[in-house]
């Protein structure tokens, strides 16, 4: 893919920064890595159903210093006739233990990981929405900023040529010195304005670099598709509709699902608390010693026992830890049902939010176009009566002022309707393209 080995000459798109972000978040990566953590964990409670099975020897040196000639002795359970003072004892064996039914808490145990392994996806789809969500944030800023900027520039050169018009009305007597003062302030600040919009952008930009994670010293600068008024003038989703999609589809809204499902199951391992454990064991084992005066394969042979055996264990009195684990497998659900109410709230004050934001910017933009128009007729009636004589320098200044400020208020209007439109659509499931 282009966007993942560009070169300093690249206009990166949105779609380009999403996709970079999601293959080199620092973040996201650490949520990865707590999704393995948890699938791992998972494996090994399945893998717990199974017997265990596990191989042992002991390799020792013995001293008698006061063992006499004929006398016998007994090691390992078996009797050894040779006289050495120091003397050689070895042992083998394999064990194998199973657990047949504890409350069926290995098996709980395991749809309990699977339950942990699926939250831990889940944070990291919203840590990737969120990540996506702050690079459409920023993008659509820079995009403003950029258009701004453009404005900025525009008004900075009307400063200087009413400052050079009103430079010329001075020298032919039409205008003080005073009033030129007052043009000029007005150039010097629009140039204060547009150091102040650049270097805005190059933060924006700045921080839309650090969020992608490129720690390298290219040249960064994004496509610039032209956002159109039709876009800004488009259908919004309605609040409900976008709410029930997200309730289906976001992944912090299925978290909460996947806690209250933890919750009954962690109840059944709180309860199994209360009933007894049945488990099975079984062994071979043989012994070797130097003290005897067999050889070694004939005491491997003599000595070789195996052993099964059921073990039954009945809770009688547990201090009260079975009680306290259901009372808080009780109290976990409670908590579980909030989680979920407050979640769900959060999801539909998130999504107002973004809606009132876009309904209300784009009765804004409609409002801001209007004026604009209004005010660049004005504007333009100022500027030539102003070079008539008709007209005198604050009034030329205050339409100018005007002017400037409903263009901005248009651009802002617009754009912020553009993203709070793109982001209804993310929680409904759909891909931020501008």
């Known amino acids: 893919m282009t966007s993942l080995t560009a070169t300093a000459q690249q206009k990166w798109t949105l779609k380009e920064c999403i996709d970079y972000a999601m293959q080199n978040s620092i973040t996201l990566k650490q949520a990865q890595i707590s999704k393995q953590t948890a699938t791992e964990t998972r494996k090994q409670s399945q893998a717990a159903l199974l017997p265990s099975l596990s191989a042992s020897t002991n390799q020792s040196v013995g001293y008698r210093p006061w063992q006499s000639f004929g006398m016998t002795t007994v090691t390992n359970g078996t009797v050894n006739n040779k006289v050495n003072k120091t003397y050689y004892n070895g042992t083998y064996g394999i064990n194998a233990s199973w657990t047949v039914w504890n409350g069926n808490q290995n098996r709980n145990q395991v749809k309990q990981s699977k339950l942990s392994e699926e939250q831990a996806a889940l944070e990291m ?7 996506q969500e702050r690079i459409a944030q920023l993008y659509v800023q820079i995009l403003y900023m950029n258009e701004a900027i453009s404005v900025s520039r525009q008004s900075l050169e009307t400063s200087r040529k009413n400052e050079e018009r009103g430079q010329e009305f001075v020298n032919v007597g039409k205008m003080s010195k005073a009033d030129l003062a007052q043009l000029s302030a007005q150039r010097a600040t629009d140039e204060y304005n547009l150091v102040e919009a650049e270097s805005n952008l190059a933060n924006y930009k700045l921080q839309l670099k650090q969020l992608l994670e ?10 610039t598709p032209t956002a159109t008024n039709q876009q800004a003038l488009g259908d919004t989703p309605s609040l409900i509709s976008v709410y029930e999609q997200a309730l289906l589809q976001r992944p912090e809204i ?19 608390g209360y009933l007894p454990t049945i488990s099975m064991t079984g062994g ?7 003290n005897n005066s067999n050889q070694w394969g004939e005491q491997m042979k003599t000595n070789f026992d195996a052993s099964a055996g059921i073990g039954v264990s009945v809770p009688l009195y547990d201090q009260r830890k079975a009680k306290t684990a259901v009372n808080k497998a009780k109290l976990q659900r409670e908590q579980a049902q909030l989680d979920q109410q407050e979640q769900q709230k959060k999801l539909y ?32 009636l100022l500027s030539e009566q102003f070079s008539l004589g008709l007209k005198n320098i604050v009034e030329l200044m205050t339409g100018k002022t005007a002017l400037l400020q409903a263009q901005q208020n248009m651009l802002q209007s617009k754009y912020m309707t553009i993203l709070s439109q793109q982001l209804l659509r993310f929680y409904q499931g759909e891909t931020m393209n501008i």
């Open 349 to 380: 004050s998130t999504i107002e939010g973004y809606w009132l934001d876009a309904q209300t910017n784009q009765q804004k933009f409609r409002a801001a176009s209007a004026t604009v128009e209004s005010e660049q007729q004005s504007y333009a």
């Open 214 to 223: 490129i720690t390298d010293d290219r040249d960064f600068d994004i496509a």
């Open 125 to 131: 789809e919203q840590t990737a929405n969120s990540i």
């Open 254 to 272: 299925k978290n909460t699902e996947v806690a209250l499902q933890q919750s009954d199951v962690q109840m059944k391992l709180a309860r199994a």
């Open 284 to 290: 071979v084992g043989t012994s070797t010693s130097s």
